[in-house]
């Protein structure tokens, strides 16, 4: 019981409390000899629990959890629990993360590889990408290339959808009645008896999301009254849980006969191609199509017919290029030496802790930034939106490069002020020196490892004829120094 109750106490304290115990047991043990064998037993039990209240209060000295909590905070065992504290509560936060999941993951329909979409080249602007509803009209009938296509609205509007007393304002699409067709999608909730298209007048699909979170996923929602923007309408059915189209900011889907666009609406286009067709052959016939068509020439090069999948996971391409490129500046920073990031002591061990530690503790802060960037800024790379420029669409790439640099930039920081034998925080800053008095004399900030393994001293201007950061090994007969402290 003594051995079970001294792990209460600190490390540092416990093999004299033990001592100190177990010489008041074998006093109390001679106390009691005269006393029967039962009665003594019971009472070094009693005493033997009293020690566990002992450890606890040894335990719980201010003192002692204040200087345990500052240690703990100065290890690297903190840091990547801390960090991966982070990225669990931004994976629960988020819900699971849906969208890395829907990026990642395979699409519930079948052969998406033949899943493509078509828009202009040569842009710059969003809104020249999309393509004249006439133009879908033409490409229909090109059943040798293409297996179906179907058109939708090319720019998202917000729209108040009311169903069974509840109201939110949700993105709307319009789209045509074959979309789910193309795609090869089955509705997660639909009507048993189907509307068709032209008796349905203002009929809504609900994305998985919007049922979810805008209508508590009512399993009843097909025969409650709903109404858009003030008008009557009919909710047809609920999209199964990872398919979002055109994004996953869409909620609604606004169900529109063939031919319901105008021959000069501007709309997005996606089709899915006929097996064994490329997207070069496709671009060509359907530019020789609309050539034909109007009478003029049409340059193939003008149509681009681009994989669904490779557009939808775009950003992560984009991302991993920018990551490439910060991780080359660190790499560049590391080669040069001024950081000073080595570890002084020899063999292969040290070495791997050192490195190990640096890259999970990179590693982990690089998916937060990730998953937060994917998951809460707007992503428009998948379908263009046909209102921004190339540069406001770009944001997240954006947001995602500044992240990186500062992400690499506070890790290496950290590594670079922590103990180069232990991996703990160094401490006890001390300003050393004259500001500004550089060329005969040496001013900055000099950092102690709390355990005694060396010095960090870190000028106050970096100069060519100093190092930026320099250890100092200090040898083992200071370690007792500090144990002390």
């Given at each position: 019981m003594?051995?079970v109750?001294?792990?209460?106490v600190?490390?540092?304290?416990?093999?004299?409390?033990?001592?100190?115990w177990?010489?008041?047991?074998?006093?109390?043990?001679?106390m009691?000899?005269?006393?029967?064998?039962?009665?003594?037993?019971?009472?070094?039990?009693?005493?033997?629990?009293?020690?566990f209240?002992?450890?606890?209060?040894y335990?719980?000295?201010?003192e002692?959890l204040?200087?345990?909590?500052?240690?703990?905070?100065r290890?690297?065992?903190?840091?990547?629990?801390a960090?991966?504290?982070?990225?669990?509560?931004?994976v629960s936060g988020?819900?699971?993360?849906?969208?890395m999941?829907?990026i990642?993951?395979?699409?519930?329909?079948?052969?998406?590889?033949?899943?493509v979409?078509i828009?202009?080249?040569g842009?710059?602007?969003s809104a020249?990408?999309?393509?004249?509803?006439?133009w879908?009209t033409?490409?229909?009938?090109q059943?040798?290339?293409?297996?179906?296509?179907?058109?939708?609205?090319?720019q998202?509007?917000?729209s108040?959808?009311?169903?069974g007393g509840q109201?939110?304002?949700i993105?709307?699409?319009?789209?045509e009645t074959?979309?789910?067709q193309?795609?090869?999608?089955?509705?997660?909730?639909?009507?048993?008896?189907?509307l068709?298209?032209?008796?349905?007048h203002?009929?809504?699909?609900?994305s998985?999301?919007?049922?979810r979170?805008?209508f508590?996923?009512?399993?009843?929602i097909l025969q409650?009254?709903?109404?858009?923007?003030g008008?009557?309408?009919?909710v047809?059915?609920?999209?199964?849980?990872?398919?979002?189209f055109?994004?996953d900011?869409?909620?609604v889907?606004?169900?529109g006969?063939?031919?319901?666009f105008?021959a000069d609406k501007?709309v997005?286009?996606v089709a899915r191609?006929?097996?064994?067709?490329?997207e070069?052959?496709a671009?060509?016939?359907?530019a020789?199509?609309?050539?034909?068509?109007?009478?003029?020439?049409?340059?193939?090069?003008?149509?681009?017919?681009?994989?669904?999948?490779?557009?939808?996971?775009?950003?992560?391409?984009?991302?991993?290029?920018?990551?490439?490129?910060?991780?080359?500046?660190?790499?560049?920073?590391?080669w040069?030496g001024r950081?000073?990031?080595l570890?002084?002591?020899?063999?292969?061990?040290?070495?791997?802790?050192?490195?190990t530690?640096?890259?999970?503790k990179?590693?982990?802060?690089l998916?937060?930034?990730?998953?937060?960037?994917?998951e809460?800024?707007?992503e428009?790379?998948?379908f263009?939106?046909?209102r921004?420029?190339l540069i406001?669409?770009?944001?997240?790439?954006?947001i995602?490069?500044?992240?990186?640099?500062f992400?690499l930039?506070w890790?290496?920081?950290?590594?670079?002020?922590?103990?180069r034998?232990?991996?703990?925080?160094l401490a006890?800053?001390?300003?050393?020196?004259?500001?500004?008095?550089?060329l005969?004399?040496?001013?900055g900030?000099e950092?102690?490892?709390?355990?005694?393994h060396?010095?960090?001293h870190i000028?106050?201007?970096d100069?060519?004829?100093?190092?930026?950061?320099?250890?100092?090994?200090?040898?083992?007969?200071?370690?007792?120094?500090?144990?002390g402290?």
């Amino acid at each position: 019981m003594l051995h079970v109750a001294s792990w209460i106490v600190p490390r540092r304290a416990r093999a004299e409390w033990r001592k100190e115990w177990e010489a008041e047991l074998a006093c109390a043990w001679q106390m009691a000899h005269q006393e029967s064998s039962s009665s003594r037993n019971r009472g070094l039990r009693s005493r033997c629990c009293g020690a566990f209240l002992d450890a606890a209060w040894y335990r719980l000295n201010r003192e002692d959890l204040l200087r345990t909590r500052e240690h703990w905070a100065r290890t690297p065992a903190f840091v990547l629990y801390a960090l991966i504290t982070m990225l669990l509560l931004l994976v629960s936060g988020s819900g699971y993360l849906p969208r890395m999941r829907s990026i990642l993951m395979a699409p519930p329909y079948g052969a998406p590889e033949r899943m493509v979409t078509i828009s202009r080249t040569g842009v710059i602007d969003s809104a020249d990408w999309v393509v004249p509803y006439s133009w879908v009209t033409i490409w229909r009938r090109q059943r040798q290339v293409l297996e179906g296509v179907a058109a939708y609205s090319a720019q998202p509007q917000e729209s108040l959808v009311g169903i069974g007393g509840q109201r939110s304002k949700i993105g709307l699409v319009q789209v045509e009645t074959n979309l789910l067709q193309v795609f090869g999608v089955k509705l997660l909730l639909s009507r048993a008896f189907p509307l068709s298209p032209a008796s349905c007048h203002n009929c809504l699909v609900l994305s998985y999301q919007a049922w979810r979170h805008d209508f508590a996923a009512d399993p009843n929602i097909l025969q409650k009254k709903a109404t858009i923007n003030g008008q009557d309408a009919t909710v047809i059915g609920v999209l199964p849980e990872r398919f979002w189209f055109p994004t996953d900011d869409v909620g609604v889907l606004l169900w529109g006969e063939e031919n319901s666009f105008s021959a000069d609406k501007p709309v997005g286009v996606v089709a899915r191609l006929r097996p064994g067709v490329t997207e070069r052959q496709a671009e060509s016939n359907l530019a020789r199509s609309i050539s034909n068509s109007i009478g003029e020439p049409f340059s193939e090069s003008a149509i681009q017919v681009w994989p669904l999948q490779e557009r939808v996971r775009q950003p992560l391409t984009s991302y991993g290029l920018a990551l490439c490129v910060s991780l080359l500046v660190m790499t560049t920073l590391l080669w040069s030496g001024r950081m000073n990031l080595l570890p002084q002591r020899r063999g292969a061990g040290a070495a791997c802790r050192w490195w190990t530690f640096f890259a999970s503790k990179t590693a982990l802060l690089l998916l937060i930034l990730l998953a937060a960037v994917v998951e809460f800024t707007p992503e428009p790379y998948i379908f263009p939106s046909g209102r921004t420029t190339l540069i406001v669409e770009s944001g997240s790439l954006w947001i995602f490069s500044v992240g990186c640099v500062f992400v690499l930039w506070w890790s290496l920081m950290d590594q670079q002020r922590r103990c180069r034998a232990c991996l703990e925080k160094l401490a006890l800053p001390a300003q050393i020196g004259r500001s500004g008095c550089l060329l005969l004399s040496w001013a900055g900030t000099e950092l102690v490892c709390a355990q005694g393994h060396g010095l960090l001293h870190i000028t106050e201007t970096d100069v060519c004829w100093l190092d930026p950061a320099q250890w100092t090994q200090l040898d083992e007969s200071w370690e007792p120094l500090f144990a002390g402290k």
